[in-house]
């Protein structure tokens, strides 16, 4: 097989495994979630409470899909009213590195932005 040849197939493979990814965690909600899952399990109101701006309904469907996935553990407490619990599983704890990345790029992705909107706002005088 010649370079190009190689690189396209690896590059194809990355480009599907990132895609499985994203299938996975992808879209408003889903990663949110598991940030809120990473610190310890919670119940649903909770979640609901802690991930802002997501309906009951949307909660649910995510909830459900990521439980699908494998990545989350729904356990109903013999309580009255019935309380469900959320955690991650074993599986859903190989995506904390992820989740850690992710946060430590945002945070220096904003401090980035955010100095560079200062240097605009106040750009430094030259002397010549």
Request: aromatic share 8%; net charge neutral.
């Amino acid at each position: 097989m010649k370079k190009g040849e190689e690189f396209s197939e690896h590059c194809k493979t990355q480009m599907l495994s990132i895609q499985d990814t994203l299938d996975v965690m992808g879209g408003k909600w889903k990663i949110k979630i598991l940030t809120i899952l990473y610190f310890g399990e919670t119940h649903f109101m909770e979640l609901q409470r802690r991930v802002n701006g997501i309906g009951s309904k949307m909660l649910s469907q995510e909830l459900r899909d990521l439980e699908t996935n494998g990545l989350v553990k729904r356990t109903v407490l013999d309580t009255r009213p019935i309380t469900v619990e959320y955690e991650l599983t074993p599986y859903g704890t190989t995506l904390k590195d992820i989740i850690e990345d992710m946060a430590i790029w945002g945070a220096k992705h904003r401090t980035k932005i955010i100095q560079e909107e200062k240097q605009k706002d106040h750009p430094q005088k030259v002397y010549a």
